[in-house]
C-alpha cells in the first residue's frame, strides 16, 4: 500500500472519487483500529487522504465471527456490483500482495479455500500466519476482475517470484489470471528473474 499511496494521491484531482468503492480483499478479523487490521493500515496511508465517500469504503464488521462477516461482506459486495450470488462479480481493479509463501489474500498453499467456488467471500479461521480468524475473496472473484495488480518488493520475495513466472501452479500467486495479472516488482524481488 506504501508504493501505491503516492501515485493515487498524486493525482487526486484527476480522479472522480465519488465512484470508487473500496472493498478488502482480505481482512482479519481484528478491531478496526488494531495494527493487524488491513482497513487501518490503508486508512492510515491512503484513504485518510483521498476524498472517497466514507460510506463507499467497505470494512468487515469485527463483531460478528469470521463467518457471519463473509456472509455479510459478500452480501455488500453483491449490493455494490449488481451480483445475483452465483456469477461472481466483475471488479474493476484488485491490488494484491504476496507474501513469502506465495499467498494472496488469504488464500495460502495447500489450503482448501483454494477450491472453494461457491462463496465469492469466504472465513478462515486457521490461518497459518496470524492473526488465524480472516475473511477473504475467494479465487472465482479474483479470476472474473477486468485487472490484477501485484505488488512485490524485497528480496525475501525473489525466489518466489521466480516461481510465478515460472508457472509453478502450487502457489496462489501463479493461479491468479495467469499471463493477464500485472506484477510491481522492485529491484530486489525481481533479482532472480
Known amino acids: ?14 480522479t472522480d472519487w465519488s465512484k470508487w468503492h473500496v472493498f478488502f480483499a482480505d481482512e482479519r478479523c481484528v478491531p478496526l483500529d488494531h495494527a ?13 487522504k483521498l476524498p472517497i465517500p466514507s460510506e463507499q469504503i467497505v470494512t468487515v464488521n469485527p463483531d460478528l465471527s469470521p ?9 455488500r459486495l453483491g449490493a455494490v456490483t449488481g451480483g445475483d450470488g ?12 504476496m507474501g ?6 488469504s488464500l495460502f498453499p495447500g489450503h482448501s479455500l483454494l477450491d472453494e467456488d461457491k462463496k465469492w467471500v469466504a472465513s478462515i479461521e486457521d490461518s497459518p500466519k496470524p492473526p488465524p480468524s480472516r475473511i477473504t475473496l475467494t479465487m472465482p472473484v479474483l479470476q472474473a476482475a477486468r485487472k ?7 528480496e525475501g520475495k525473489a525466489d518466489m517470484l521466480k516461481r510465478i513466472m515460472d508457472g509453478d501452479q502450487a502457489i496462489p500467486c501463479a493461479v491468479v489470471q495467469p499471463g493477464r495479472a500485472e506484477w510491481y516488482v522492485d529491484t530486489a524481488a525481481a533479482s532472480k528473474l
Not at 513469502?100 to 489474500?105: E, I, L, R, V, Y
Open 1 to 14: 500500500m506504501q508504493l501505491v499511496a503516492p501515485a493515487l494521491i498524486a493525482r487526486q484531482q484527476e
Open 36 to 48: 493487524d487490521s488491513n482497513y487501518g493500515a490503508a486508512k492510515k496511508v491512503l484513504l485518510d
Open 67 to 75: 463467518s457471519e462477516a463473509a456472509v455479510v461482506y459478500q452480501e
Open 86 to 97: 452465483e456469477a461472481p462479480p466483475v471488479l474493476d481493479c484488485v491490488l494484491l500482495g
Open 100 to 105: 513469502p509463501d506465495g499467498h494472496t489474500c
Open 148 to 154: 490484477i495488480c501485484f505488488v512485490s518488493t524485497g
